[in-house]
Antibody, heavy 112, light 112 residues
Framework: QVQLKESGPGLVQPSQTLSLTCTVS????????VHWVRQPPGKGLEWMGG???????DYNSALKSRLSISRDTSKSQVFLKMNSLQTDDTAIYFC??????WGQGTLVTVSS | DVVLTQTPSILSATIGQSVSISCRSS???????????LYWFLQRPGQSPQRLIY???NLGSGVPNRFSGSGSGTDFTLKISGVEAEDLGVYYC?????????FGSGTKLEIK
């Protein structure tokens, strides 16, 4: 069955770079899209960006200048990198495959 | 960016009651390919979002048929015909017709 799991640091210092990995199984990255969605504590969902089956990417315009999404199909992994983190980037970060399958999410806290 | 306006923001229902949630878009969600990329999700407390409906009215895998979606253009509705206790949580609509993808602000369903 399809599974996704996010991994990365739980704590990031302000102004530093966040690196997250989404490891997938049960489906092909070259045939399906994977997206990153985040949710600040007690708030709603925000689409951050995604990588499509052909490898092209789209980003939330508000985050585009500091966000990068890439993948390694041989390892079935999708990566998120976001720089210049601030406290309002504190959130649960989810990866999702075509929005039909979701990881459990990983909490990232931005604090010194 | 496309703005999705969900109403109501809070919905209180008794078990067995039928309820509806509205999602209105600032632009038509009809894509040039003929599809309308409007989705509905349920996020239960402490869980990842679950896709309920895709392409306006198609039921996701394993989703009970008491859930139904309808609408076109800019106006969409999610209906629950006979609320059950497990339906409590926050419901979100999302559009994927126009980049960047956007979510509605959510409707919290409470069980009386």
């Amino acid at each position: 069955q399809v599974q996704l799991k996010e991994s990365g640091p739980g704590l990031v210092q302000p102004s530093q770079t966040l690196s997250l990995t989404c490891t997938v199984s049960g489906f092909s990255l070259t045939s399906n899209s994977v997206h990153w969605v985040r949710q600040p504590p007690g708030k709603g969902l925000e689409w951050m960006g995604g990588i499509w089956g052909d490898g092209s990417t789209d980003y939330n315009s508000a985050l585009k200048s500091r966000l990068s999404i890439s993948r390694d199909t041989s390892k079935s992994q999708v990566f998120l990198k976001m720089n210049s983190l601030q406290t309002d980037d504190t959130a649960i970060y989810f990866c999702t495959a075509t929005f039909a399958y979701w990881g459990q999410g990983t909490l990232v806290t931005v604090s010194s | 960016d496309v703005v999705l306006t969900q109403t109501p923001s809070i919905l209180s229902a008794t078990i067995g009651q039928s309820v509806s949630i509205s999602c209105r878009s600032s632009q038509s969600l009809l894509d040039s390919d003929g599809n309308t990329y409007l989705y509905w999700f349920l996020q239960r407390p402490g869980q990842s979002p679950q896709r309920l409906i895709y392409l306006v009215s198609n039921l996701g895998s394993g989703v009970p048929n008491r859930f139904s979606g309808s609408g076109s253009g800019t106006d969409f509705t999610l209906k629950i015909s006979g609320v059950e206790a497990e339906d409590l949580g926050v419901y979100y609509c999302m559009q994927a017709t126009h980049a960047p993808l956007t979510f509605g602000s959510g409707t919290k369903l409470e069980i009386k």
